[in-house]
C-alpha cells in the first residue's frame, strides 16, 4: 500500500500570502497523484490531477508539481474561500487507492 | 452538470446492516467506474470500494472486504453499498464519487454511525 504523509498538519496563513503544502509517497506514484480541497459539510473539490494539471474551473493561483514520491501544492496568494482542508491521493498503484492525512489550512 | 446524492445514512446497532445508495445525473452513468469514500470523525478520507464501469470488477479496501458490498444499477443511475456486519469504526460520512482517471467529483456525502 502506497502511503502518502502530508506535510505541515496545518499552515497559519493571512489572506494573500503564499501557501505551500507537501505529499511524500512512500513509494513512486509516478505522476498520478491529484489534490483535493475539502470544506465541513461540502463535497471533496478536484484541485489538481496528474501532479500538475489544474482541473476544470480551477483559478491559476494553484499549482501542482512533482514526480515520483514528493509533490507541491502551492496556493499563489490565499483567499478568504482557500482556507479548507488539502488531500493529496494516489491512483498509481492500487488497489487501495490512498489519501493523505490532509492539510488544514486556517487564517493566521 | 454532474450531480451525485448520497441517501440510506442513519443510526444502526453494531452488527446490523444498511444500504447506502448514490444517485447520479448530468453524465453517462454507465461509461464511468465509481467509488465509495468515507471518513471518520476528525479523521481523513478513506477509500472504501470500486466498481468497473461495467460492473465487471470491483475491489474493497480491507478493512471492508467481506463485509461490503458495491453494486451498481445502470437503468436507475443508482451505485449501492450494502454494509453488513457493521462495525462502530464504520461510523463515517460515506461519499460517493466519479472515476474520470482521477476521482473527479463527489457527492456531499451520507452519514452513518454505529452505536449501540
Known amino acids: 500500500e502506497v502511503v502518502l504523509t502530508q506535510s505541515p498538519a496545518t499552515l497559519s496563513l493571512s489572506p494573500g500570502e503564499r501557501a505551500t503544502l507537501s505529499c511524500r509517497a512512500s513509494?513512486?506514484?509516478?505522476?498520478?497523484l491529484a489534490w483535493y480541497q475539502h470544506k465541513p459539510g461540502q463535497a471533496p473539490r478536484l484541485l489538481i490531477y496528474?501532479?500538475?494539471n489544474r482541473a476544470t474551473g480551477i483559478p491559476d493561483r494553484f499549482s501542482g508539481n512533482g514526480s515520483g514520491t514528493d509533490f507541491t501544492l502551492t496556493i499563489s496568494s490565499l483567499e478568504p474561500e482557500d482556507f479548507a482542508v488539502y488531500y493529496c491521493?494516489?491512483?498509481?498503484?492500487?488497489?487501495?487507492?490512498?489519501f493523505g492525512g490532509g492539510t488544514k489550512v486556517e487564517i493566521k | 452538470q454532474v450531480q451525485l446524492v448520497e441517501s440510506g445514512g442513519g443510526v444502526v446497532q453494531p452488527g446490523r446492516s444498511l444500504r447506502l445508495s448514490c444517485a447520479a445525473s448530468?453524465?453517462?452513468?454507465?461509461?464511468?467506474?465509481m467509488h465509495w469514500v468515507r471518513q471518520a470523525p476528525g479523521k481523513g478520507l478513506e477509500w472504501v470500494a470500486v466498481?468497473?464501469?461495467?460492473?465487471?470488477?470491483?475491489h474493497y479496501a480491507d478493512s471492508v472486504k467481506g463485509r461490503f458490498t458495491i453494486s451498481r444499477d445502470d437503468s436507475k443511475n443508482t451505485l449501492y453499498l450494502q454494509m453488513n456486519s457493521l462495525r462502530v469504526e464504520d461510523t463515517a460520512v460515506y461519499y460517493c464519487?466519479?472515476?474520470?482517471?482521477?476521482?473527479?467529483?463527489w457527492g456531499q456525502g451520507t452519514q452513518v454511525t454505529v452505536s449501540s
Open positions: 466498481i468497473w464501469y461495467d460492473g465487471s470488477d470491483n
Open positions: 496528474d501532479a500538475s
Open positions: 464519487a466519479r472515476d474520470y482517471g482521477p476521482i473527479d467529483y
Open positions: 513509494q513512486s506514484v509516478s505522476n498520478y
Open positions: 491521493h494516489q491512483r498509481f498503484n492500487w488497489p487501495p487507492l490512498t
Open positions: 448530468g453524465f453517462t452513468f454507465s461509461r464511468f467506474g
